[in-house]
């Protein structure tokens, strides 16, 4: 699973390097108002080709996503012989709620700053695009390498347990409710269903949603390997945060 997922990171950054060409030679190109083929294949074409064919893959359990996409699925649920009381198991689910929450309101509040400077003029549909394209790189770098919902958020252990892990697919998309058109709603409906059908399967299946209820996500039955790179990273950048901490705090003391 290591080797695909690094080989889907590698095409997404091939995708938005030829995206940001394409914007430094002729920008108009990737405008979103017009999906017709009058002038023949556009790259607009082709990119949301590439982003509808990423929801795709969430709708059906497709062994080339992780288990964290698929758990969702009966088919991928395997009670453990020691679930936790409902007390413990409840209170799970509340710590996952809570923290999911935390993220939609940090990742809607940023996006509205971005939607609000280009209402403003600060720049147009091309950079919009181009946002939203670098967030489809940056959905695997968080996978792979670090993932700042994780660390700072969620908590969770790996990605196969992520309480949000298809989410991604709408926020990809979300500088593209700024952008009104064939393009944009084409995507957004579709992210939509991804995130609806998510959040209906983890509110009438949570067991299928956490190690401790799903013995399938337990470290010791996991035949993937993504976390392989990401532990030592994201062990490397907690490092640096607890010393750049010490080090503020040093000052701070000095300085009283």
């Known amino acids: ?52 064919g990423e929801m795709i893959l969430k709708i059906f359990p497709i062994e080339i996503t992780s288990i964290g996409s698929r758990k969702q699925f009966k088919k ?7 679930p936790p009381t409902e007390v413990e198991f409840a ?23 971005i939607g609000l400077l280009y209402a403003q003029g600060f720049w147009g549909e091309s950079e919009m695009l181009l946002i939203t394209m670098a967030y489809y790189v940056g959905d695997l770098v968080c996978i792979l390498f670090y993932c700042p919902f994780q660390f700072w958020f969620m908590k969770n252990r790996c990605c196969v347990t992520c309480r949000i892990f298809n989410w991604d697919c709408l926020m990809m ?17 579709p992210a ?15 067991q299928r949603f956490f190690a401790e209820t799903n013995q399938n996500l337990k470290c010791r039955d996991c035949l993937e390997d993504v976390c392989r790179l990401k532990q030592p990273v994201s062990e ?19 300085r009283s």
Do not use: C
Request: aromatic share 14%.
């Open 1 to 52: 699973m290591l080797k695909r997922y690094g080989f889907r990171l590698i095409f997404r950054m091939i995708v938005f390097v030829a995206t940001f060409l394409v914007y430094l030679k002729d920008k108009s190109l990737l405008l979103l108002g017009d999906l017709s083929f009058r002038n023949g294949l556009q790259p607009v074409h082709i990119l949301w080709v590439i982003l509808m």
């Open 76 to 82: 991928f649920y395997r009670p453990t012989q020691q």
């Open 91 to 113: 209170t799970e689910i509340k710590q996952a709620n809570v923290a999911a929450r935390k993220v939609a309101t940090l990742w809607l509040s940023g996006n509205l700053v």
């Open 173 to 189: 998309v979300t500088p593209l409710l700024f952008v009104p058109s064939l393009f944009s709603w084409s995507l957004i409906i």
């Open 192 to 206: 939509t269903l991804v995130f609806l059908h998510w959040e209906i399967a983890y509110w009438r299946h949570p």
């Open 236 to 254: 490397r950048i907690a490092g640096i945060l607890r010393l750049e901490g010490r080090a503020v705090n040093n000052r701070h003391h000095t």
